[in-house]
C-alpha cells in the first residue's frame, strides 16, 4: 500500500501519494492539472491576496489551469506563460535554464519577445502551484526583470519545506518533505 499524505488547502481535502526523489528525499506528489476543484478554491484565495497587479506569468505547465482561474477572478483579459522550449512563432525569446525538484533535469523557460514587451514596465505576480526550492519562481524572475517587469508579488498554492520560512511568497499552505 501506498503511504500517503493528507492535505487541506482552501477547505478541499486530497491524499497525496508519497513518492521519492531521491535516496534520501520523498515528496507529497501535488499535481493540480485536472483538478478543477482545487484550483478553483485556491486561486479564490490568493486571488484576495494578490493586490495592483498588471499581469500574472507563470511557467508551462502545473501553473497554468491556476493561473488561468486566477486571471478570470481577478479579471484579467490575459496572462503569460514561459514555454519550456522555443517555439517557431516566438520572436526574439528571453530565455533562461532551470532545474526543478521534480524534472531534475535542466529544463529551459522561453518568454515570447511579444509577452516580454507587454510586461515591460508592469507589476508581475509570479504563480505556481508549488514553491519547493525556489528555482523555478527565480528564474521566472530573471526573465521578468530581463523583460522590463517589476515582480511585485511571488503566489503558489502550496510552499514545500524550507520555502515555508520565506517572507517573500505568498502560499496558502504548507507542505512538508519525507
Same mark, same amino acid.
Do not use: W
Given at each position: 500500500?501506498? &503511504?500517503?499524505?493528507? #492535505?487541506?488547502?482552501?477547505?478541499?481535502?486530497?491524499?497525496?501519494?508519497? @513518492?521519492?526523489?531521491?535516496?534520501?528525499?520523498?515528496?507529497?506528489? *501535488?499535481? @493540480? #492539472?485536472?483538478?478543477?476543484?482545487? %484550483?478553483?478554491?485556491?486561486?479564490?484565495?490568493?486571488?484576495?491576496?494578490?493586490?495592483?497587479?498588471?499581469?500574472?506569468?507563470?511557467?508551462?505547465?502545473?501553473?497554468?489551469?491556476?493561473?488561468? &482561474?486566477?486571471?478570470?477572478? #481577478?479579471?484579467?483579459?490575459?496572462?503569460?506563460?514561459?514555454?519550456?522550449?522555443?517555439?517557431?512563432?516566438?520572436? &526574439?525569446?528571453?530565455?533562461?535554464? %532551470?532545474?526543478?525538484?521534480?524534472?531534475?533535469?535542466?529544463?529551459?523557460?522561453?518568454?515570447?519577445?511579444?509577452?516580454?514587451?507587454?510586461?515591460?514596465?508592469?507589476?508581475?505576480?509570479?504563480?505556481?502551484?508549488?514553491?519547493?526550492?525556489?528555482?523555478?519562481?527565480?528564474?521566472?524572475?530573471?526573465?521578468?526583470?530581463?523583460?522590463?517587469?517589476?515582480? %511585485?508579488?511571488?503566489?503558489?498554492? #502550496?510552499?514545500?519545506?524550507?520555502?515555508?520560512?520565506?517572507?517573500?511568497?505568498?502560499?496558502? &499552505?504548507?507542505?512538508?518533505? *519525507?
Amino acid at each position: 500500500m501506498m &503511504e500517503t499524505y493528507s #492535505l487541506t488547502v482552501a477547505g478541499v481535502k486530497r491524499e497525496l501519494p508519497i @513518492i521519492p526523489i531521491s535516496n534520501d528525499l520523498k515528496i507529497a506528489s *501535488f499535481v @493540480i #492539472l485536472g483538478d478543477t476543484e482545487i %484550483v478553483v478554491a485556491a486561486a479564490s484565495l490568493l486571488a484576495e491576496q494578490l493586490k495592483d497587479i498588471d499581469y500574472l506569468v507563470t511557467a508551462e505547465a502545473k501553473g497554468i489551469p491556476l493561473v488561468h &482561474e486566477l486571471s478570470k477572478q #481577478l479579471n484579467m483579459p490575459e496572462y503569460i506563460v514561459a514555454r519550456k522550449s522555443v517555439k517557431p512563432y516566438m520572436d &526574439e525569446p528571453l530565455i533562461n535554464q %532551470v532545474v526543478s525538484i521534480t524534472t531534475q533535469k535542466e529544463q529551459l523557460l522561453c518568454l515570447d519577445g511579444k509577452d516580454a514587451a507587454k510586461i515591460k514596465g508592469k507589476r508581475i505576480a509570479i504563480i505556481d502551484d508549488v514553491i519547493s526550492t525556489g528555482e523555478s519562481i527565480r528564474v521566472l524572475e530573471e526573465l521578468v526583470t530581463k523583460a522590463g517587469g517589476i515582480v %511585485v508579488s511571488k503566489a503558489a498554492i #502550496l510552499a514545500e519545506g524550507d520555502a515555508a520560512e520565506r517572507d517573500d511568497i505568498v502560499y496558502l &499552505e504548507k507542505l512538508p518533505v *519525507f
